[in-house]
C-alpha cells in the first residue's frame, strides 16, 4: 500500500448513507474522517426515532444498531460530531480540509484523498403552508412527529386520549407548485405503515388517507394492499383544502374525487406526510466544496443518472442529499460512494513517500 | 361526472363516512373482498350493462357502499339489481373482488335494510 494511500477519506453526514461509506472505507483498511454536524449519528432514523423500518416492518435497530456500533468502535473512523467542514482548498487526491467544532470549540486540519458528501435531508415544514393548521390547531402532526409516539408506543391527542379517527395527508409540501414540486419518493409508504403501525396500536380507530397518488414504488406496493385487505385502512382520492380546529375536533374539508363531492368531515388527529426537502447543510456544503445545486436545491451529481459522482473531482455524493430515498437505497448509495472513493484514492492520489 | 359515465352528478357536501354497510356486506358470503377494492374501474370498463347503461357502475357502487354515502347508496337502489351475474367483472379485477359477488351482497343488503 502506498502512502497515498493511507490518506484519509472524508465523509460529510453521519446518516445512513455517510456511515455506510464509512464503515465499508475503514473495512477497505481506509481512514475516514467522519463529520457530522449534530451531537449524535444516526441521520434520520435516530433523531425522529423510528421504530419500524418499511416495507416489512422490521425494527429500525436491525440497520441501524451494526452501523452504528461498527463505526464507533472502528479505530480506524475518527468521527467529529457537533462538527462542520469549514474550508477545503488544494487538489483532488490531497485536498487540505479544516473541520469546526459548533460553538466556537476550535478548528482543525487535515489532508484527505477525497470526499464523500452525505448531508441528507429535512422533513418540509409544515406551517410553510397555512392550509393545514400546522403549528397553530392541536392534533396536527408530521410523520415524523408520529414516528417517536410509535415508538413509545403512546399516540394520544392533546388531551391524552386515543384518536379514534385519523386522516393521514399526502404530498404536504411535496407535488405542488406553491412549495416543492418533487415527489419524495418514501412517504407514501411510510404512511401506510405507521397506519398500519397505528391500527395495531389502537385496534378501534378508523383510518383514512387521503392521497392523490398511491406511490409505494416496487416491493413497497405490499404495504398498500396489506393496509387494505388486512387493516381495513380507508383511501379517499383527493387533495385537502383545509384544516380547521373547531375546538373540539379538526374539520378537514377536500373534494373526493372519487364521487365528485366535496367533504368536509370531523377529525380526532391529522397526520401530515411531510416531504423530504434538502436541508440547510446540504447547501452550505455546497458552498464550502463548490459543488453544484439542482434546480430543486438537492446536490446535482455530474451526471442525472449517476448519483455518485459529483460535478467536482474527487468528490463523491450519497443518499438523500442528491434526491429523495429510502434506507436501502441509502445504504446502496453509500457503498457505492465508498467504491468510487477508494478507486480514485488508488488512481489519483499523488504517491506521497513511495 | 366521475360516477355515472355520461351523468352530471349535483354538488353534495360529504359530513361523515359511515362503514355499517360496507360490514355488513364483508359478512355476506360473495362480499368477504369487498375491502380489497383500489376503484382502477376495470370491472365497470368489462360490464356489459355498465355499457348500455350510465346509472350503472359497479366501481362506483362498491365505493358508496364502503363510505357509506347515503345518497349515492339511495340511487344504487334502483338500478344494482341490473347486474345479469354475467362474471366479467370478476375475471378483470386485479384485486380479487368479486365485483359480480359484491354486486349480489349490496342487493342483498339493501333489500334486508329495506324491510
Ligand atoms: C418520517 C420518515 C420515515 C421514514 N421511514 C423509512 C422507512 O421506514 N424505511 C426506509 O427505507 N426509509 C425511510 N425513510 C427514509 C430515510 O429516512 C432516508 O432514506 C435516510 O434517512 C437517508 O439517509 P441519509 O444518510 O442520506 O440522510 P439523513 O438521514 O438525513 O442523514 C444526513 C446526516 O447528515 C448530517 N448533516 C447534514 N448537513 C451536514 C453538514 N453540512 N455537515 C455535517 N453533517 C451534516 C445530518 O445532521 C444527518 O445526520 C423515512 C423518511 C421519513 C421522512
Ligand atoms: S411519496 Fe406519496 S405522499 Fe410522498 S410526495 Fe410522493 S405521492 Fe406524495
Ligand atoms: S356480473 Fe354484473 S357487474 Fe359484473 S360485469 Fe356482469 S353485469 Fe356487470
Ligand atoms: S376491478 Fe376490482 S379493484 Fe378495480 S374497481 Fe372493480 S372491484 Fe375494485
Redesign the pocket.
Given at each position: 500500500m502506498t502512502m497515498a494511500e493511507n490518506l484519509p477519506v472524508l465523509v460529510?453526514?453521519?446518516?445512513?448513507?455517510?456511515l455506510k461509506a464509512a464503515l465499508d472505507l475503514a473495512e477497505l483498511d481506509t481512514k475516514v474522517i467522519l463529520?457530522?454536524?449534530?451531537g449524535e449519528?444516526?441521520?434520520?432514523?435516530i433523531?425522529?426515532k423510528?421504530k419500524?423500518?418499511?416495507p416489512e416492518l422490521r425494527p429500525?435497530e436491525e440497520v441501524m444498531g451494526p452501523l452504528l456500533s461498527s463505526v464507533e468502535s472502528n479505530p480506524l473512523v475518527s468521527v467529529h460530531k457537533d462538527?462542520?467542514?469549514d474550508a477545503c482548498d488544494g487538489p483532488a487526491g490531497n485536498f487540505r480540509v479544516v473541520i469546526g467544532k459548533n460553538e466556537g470549540g476550535g478548528f482543525v486540519e487535515r489532508r484527505v484523498s477525497s470526499i464523500v458528501v452525505?448531508?441528507?435531508?429535512e422533513?418540509f415544514d409544515a406551517r410553510v403552508d397555512p392550509r393545514y393548521s400546522y403549528g397553530r390547531a392541536p392534533n396536527v402532526i408530521g410523520?415524523?412527529e408520529l414516528?417517536g409516539m410509535l415508538k413509545e408506543g403512546r399516540v394520544v391527542g392533546h388531551d391524552g386520549k386515543a384518536p379514534k379517527r385519523v386522516a393521514f395527508i399526502f404530498c404536504v409540501g411535496s407535488r405542488d407548485r406553491a412549495t416543492n414540486p418533487w415527489c419524495c419518493t418514501?412517504?407514501c409508504?411510510?404512511s401506510i405503515?405507521q397506519a398500519i403501525e397505528m391500527k395495531e396500536l389502537i385496534k378501534d380507530v378508523q383510518l383514512y388517507m387521503i392521497y392523490m397518488d398511491i406511490r409505494t414504488m416496487g416491493q413497497w406496493e405490499k404495504l398498500y394492499w396489506d393496509s387494505m385487505e388486512k387493516y381495513g385502512i380507508n383511501y379517499i382520492r383527493g387533495r385537502v383544502a383545509e384544516v380547521y380546529w373547531t375546538g373540539e375536533k379538526l374539520l378537514v374539508k377536500g373534494e373526493d374525487t372519487l364521487v365528485r363531492g366535496p367533504f368536509e368531515v370531523l377529525f380526532d388527529m391529522v397526520v401530515l406526510a411531510v416531504g423530504?426537502e434538502p436541508?440547510p447543510?446540504?447547501k452550505?456544503?455546497a458552498g464550502t466544496l463548490g459543488l453544484q445545486l439542482n434546480e430543486n436545491g438537492f446536490l446535482a451529481p455530474r451526471h442525472p443518472n449517476i448519483h455518485t459522482e459529483s460535478t467536482r473531482e474527487g468528490i463523491f455524493l450519497?443518499?438523500?442529499?442528491v434526491t429523495p430515498?429510502?434506507?436501502?437505497?441509502?445504504l446502496a448509495e453509500g457503498s457505492a460512494a465508498a467504491m468510487a472513493a477508494t478507486k480514485f484514492a488508488r488512481k489519483v492520489a499523488p504517491k506521497v513517500g513511495v | 361526472m366521475s360516477g355515472r359515465w355520461g351523468l352530471i352528478v349535483l354538488p353534495r357536501t360529504i359530513n361523515d363516512f359511515d362503514h355499517s354497510l360496507l360490514e355488513m356486506v364483508k359478512a355476506h358470503p360473495k362480499g368477504g373482498h369487498v375491502g380489497n377494492c383500489w376503484q382502477c374501474g376495470n370491472c365497470t370498463a368489462a360490464c356489459p350493462v355498465a355499457e348500455k347503461n350510465p346509472t350503472f357502475n359497479p366501481r362506483y357502487f362498491i365505493y358508496a357502499a364502503k363510505m357509506g354515502y347515503e345518497q349515492e347508496v339511495k340511487k344504487m337502489k334502483e338500478s344494482i339489481y341490473l347486474c345479469t351475474s354475467c362474471g366479467r367483472c370478476t375475471e378483470v379485477c386485479p384485486k380479487g373482488v368479486d365485483p359480480s359477488g359484491v354486486m349480489e351482497a349490496i342487493g342483498t343488503m339493501i333489500r334486508k335494510a329495506r324491510s
Open positions: 460529510v453526514g453521519g446518516g445512513p448513507s455517510g463529520v457530522e454536524k449534530r449519528l444516526g441521520g434520520a432514523p433523531r425522529w423510528y419500524l423500518l418499511a429500525s462538527s462542520f467542514v452525505a448531508t441528507g435531508f422533513h410523520i415524523n414516528e418514501v412517504c409508504g411510510v405503515k423530504i436541508g447543510g446540504t452550505k456544503i450519497a443518499g438523500c442529499c430515498m429510502s434506507i436501502e437505497e441509502s | -
